[in-house]
Every structure is written in C-alpha cells, then in structure tokens.
C-alpha cells in the first residue's frame, strides 16, 4: 500500500474514531435489559459438606438444606445487569425482566422510579438522562445482592 492510499485511508477513517469517541451533542437513544436471575449451585453431602458459615442476611443469599437425597444448595438473587453507563441527554429504555423470583419489590433511587417486578413480567422503564451521576437500582426484598446502578456520564462540552 503506498503511503498516500494510506494517508487517505487514515483520513476516512477520522470521522468514524471521532464519532466513537465522543457522543453526539444531542443525546442517543440506549435500550438494555435487565433480568432478575438466581444462580445456583449445589453438592450431595456424601460429596461436600453443608456449610455452616451464616450468609449475609437480607433476603440475597439462600441457602437450601439436604433435601431426601442429601442435595444442598446456594443461590444469589442478582440483575442480569449490574451496571448501566450512558451519557448526560440519553434517552434511556430499560426493560426488566422477571425470571427468577415471585416479586421484586424494585426503586431507582434519584430517577423516582418505583416498581415490583412479577415473574413472567415485563416493566418498561423510560427516561431521559438529564443529570450527571450514579442511581442505585435496589430490590428491597433481596439484599445485598439486587443492587445495580445506572451511571449517567457528564456529556463533554
Ligand atoms: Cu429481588
């Protein structure tokens, strides 16, 4: 490739690398989702003992004793996604789901969003990011571990 195809290749290239780089001065449209899950993980106890440590207590952490075939298990309630990073004008669409769990009772602290997710339930949640900083999305029902966060990044002048 001589140097001028490669001048002119560089050249081509600058608006695409400044248009990711950079957001738009206007605010983009962002959609995520978000599951309420429940990983899980278990042993026989002819293979490992049940653990006797107490979990953190808030309804995050379930421990499941041997049932009749000495299976035990543990699971977190978590979001599928913790974390969300937009930009200062967004316009931001999330849809949570409800996967594992009856209910989850849900708030996005600073956006006064308040919900409970059902299982087998969508809910929409919409907004425009006017303002810089971090809102904790918390399900009150499984602590610690329901805890995410939306990050609204300053938009660059
Ligand atoms: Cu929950």
Known sequence: MSRLTVA?????MLPLVSAIAQPS?????RAFTI?????RGGAN???EALPTDPLPAGGGYVLRHPDQTGRWEVSTYLWST???VVHQ???????????NGAAH???????DKVFTLKRGHVVKVEFTADKPGIYPVI???HQPTMRGEIVVLPRSP
């Open 89 to 99: 004008g967004d316009a931001v669409s999330l849809d949570f789901v409800g996967i």
């Open 35 to 39: 599951a309420a899950i429940e990983p």
């Open 82 to 84: 913790p974390q969300i």
């Open 45 to 47: 106890v002819s293979q």
């Open 139 to 141: 399900c009150s029902a």
């Open 105 to 111: 009772p849900t708030e996005i602290k600073g956006l």
């Open 8 to 12: 002119a290749l560089a050249a081509s």
């Open 25 to 29: 001065q206007t605010g983009e449209k």
